[in-house]
């Protein structure tokens, strides 16, 4: 009877359509009260600890520093520098304003670590450049949304940072491991656009070695962003949250002293808009946490452990199957709360087939990355249905051609497992 009233509570409250966290904290609640997993007069005690806790952990204040980097960079001229450069160097290929668009995705996304920052920040550049030249919406359009996507697969990534505090893993370590799928997929979609272009006989442009040029010395100091992120967490001089501090600094300077468009408007704005987003995300984080704790106290990672050797799964068999259910579990779920709830529910399970955290820990990211663009739930998918004033079938149309290339490289990460 209390779990009917339960999902009763859920499903009016989706209807209502109020926020995920609201939803995520209430069924927490909810069940933690129904199944008495700690005494009823310390309950409200544990659970503050708990958030406490989670909201303790020092790789969580990368967060805003890496929302605050994407934010000053696309309101700047970071973006714009980063934009023009691959535009100057690919834009003469078939279909090559497509490929600029999703080579700006990979070279953003390796600075902000944010998915819908680094397709709003290139999509606000290059999509109105594709409709002025003739693209078709659906490649320019999907060329924006699903390359936007790779801002969470690219390091720094923040689902990444969130996956290694609940996996208790090396975030370094994930960084690295996710570089090369990153690149796969980045360049995967380029292929595509560029095929695209071909079969569509598109406009090219005229190839201007001089424009060429000073397009990569603007570009040239935003370009050391990554290498100065990475090298410096692999050189061993700061870890992840020393560096987005020493990232954020870096792209403030820039926009100060090398592009000097920086005013006091735009970094107020920057900051409004990057504190808007850290509340989000640490609500959603800290009620998808309590959930996660209840599943953990509830033994469900015990029971999801016993019955994948009850099945005698193979590793690449198991790995399959987690990707079939946070593809579902992506329809439905934001990529931070699909982290949080399925994380301690497998991850036992991956360890008991010696299954790297590392390697389910970038299966997880690029299966969740699709997750952004598939209906009902997908972020990507709302912002560029707002940003981009499209409707939703347009964006789902567009979208899939590209879809296929991550689904492609998930599906070879499972493979090789």
């Given amino acids: 009877m209390k779990g009917s009233l339960?999902?009763?509570?859920?499903?009016?409250?989706?209807?209502?359509?109020?926020?995920?966290?609201?939803?995520?904290?209430?069924?927490s609640v909810g069940l933690f009260g129904l199944y008495e997993l700690l005494p009823p007069e310390s309950l409200a005690e544990a659970l503050t600890k708990y958030i406490l806790e989670t909201v303790a952990k020092p790789a969580l204040l990368s967060i805003p520093l890496y929302i605050l980097l994407g934010a000053v960079m696309s309101k700047g001229q970071t973006a714009r520098a980063l934009t023009d450069l691959m535009e100057a160097w690919v834009g003469w290929v078939p279909g090559g304003l497509a490929a600029a668009t999703i080579l700006s995705c990979m070279a953003f996304g390796a600075i902000s670590g944010s998915s819908p920052v680094t397709m709003v920040a290139v999509g606000s550049i290059l999509y109105p450049a594709m409709q002025r030249a003739g693209y078709p919406d659906s490649l320019a359009l999907g060329a924006v949304?699903?390359?936007?996507?790779?801002g969470i697969l690219i390091p720094p990534s923040i689902p990444m940072?969130?996956?290694?505090?609940?996996?208790?893993?090396?975030?370094?370590?994930?960084?690295?491991?996710?570089?090369?799928?990153?690149?796969?997929?980045?360049?995967?979609?380029?292929?595509?656009?560029?095929?695209?272009?071909m079969l569509a006989k598109l406009p090219r442009r005229t190839f201007q070695l001089r424009v060429a040029l000073g397009a990569f010395i603007r570009a040239l100091p935003a370009l050391g962003l990554p290498g100065l992120v990475l090298g410096g967490i692999y050189g061993g001089l700061y870890n992840v949250t020393e560096a987005a501090a020493v990232a954020a600094a870096y792209v403030l300077l820039l926009e100060i002293g090398f592009y000097r468009r920086l005013r006091w408007g735009i970094l107020r704005d920057s900051l409004a808009e990057a504190a808007t987003a850290l509340g989000s995300i640490m609500a959603i984080v800290l009620m998808a946490a309590l959930l996660s704790y209840f599943l953990v106290l509830a033994e469900l990672p015990f029971w999801?452990?016993?019955?994948?050797?009850?099945?005698?799964?193979?590793?690449?068999?198991?790995?399959?199957?987690?990707?079939?259910?946070?593809?579902?579990?992506?329809?439905?779920?934001?990529?931070?709360?699909?982290?949080?709830?399925?994380?301690?529910?497998?991850?036992?399970?991956?360890?008991?087939?010696?299954?790297?955290?590392?390697?389910?820990?970038?299966?997880?990211?690029?299966?969740?990355?699709?997750?952004?663009?598939?209906?009902?739930?997908?972020?990507?998918?709302?912002?560029?249905?707002?940003?981009?004033?499209?409707?939703?079938?347009?964006?789902?149309?567009?979208?899939?051609?590209?879809?296929?290339?991550?689904?492609?490289?998930?599906?070879?990460?499972?493979?090789?497992?």
């Fill in 161 to 197: 940072i969130v996956y290694g505090i609940m996996a208790r893993t090396d975030i370094e370590k994930l960084f690295l491991a996710s570089v090369k799928p990153g690149l796969w997929a980045g360049f995967g979609m380029v292929l595509v656009a560029v095929g695209w272009g």
């Fill in 304 to 417: 999801v452990q016993e019955w994948v050797e009850g099945q005698a799964l193979s590793r690449m068999s198991f790995l399959v199957l987690v990707m079939g259910v946070l593809l579902m579990a992506g329809m439905f779920m934001d990529t931070l709360s699909a982290i949080l709830v399925f994380v301690p529910a497998l991850l036992p399970a991956a360890q008991a087939l010696d299954i790297s955290p590392v390697l389910l820990g970038v299966l997880f990211i690029i299966t969740l990355e699709i997750g952004y663009i598939t209906p009902p739930v997908g972020l990507n998918l709302f912002v560029a249905m707002g940003y981009f004033h499209r409707p939703m079938g347009a964006v789902v149309r567009a979208s899939w051609p590209y879809l296929l290339v991550l689904l492609g490289v998930a599906l070879s990460l499972a493979l090789m497992g």
């Fill in 145 to 150: 949304v699903v390359g936007g996507s790779l």
């Fill in 6 to 27: 339960i999902g009763a509570g859920a499903l009016l409250l989706i209807a209502l359509g109020v926020p995920l966290f609201v939803l995520l904290g209430f069924l």
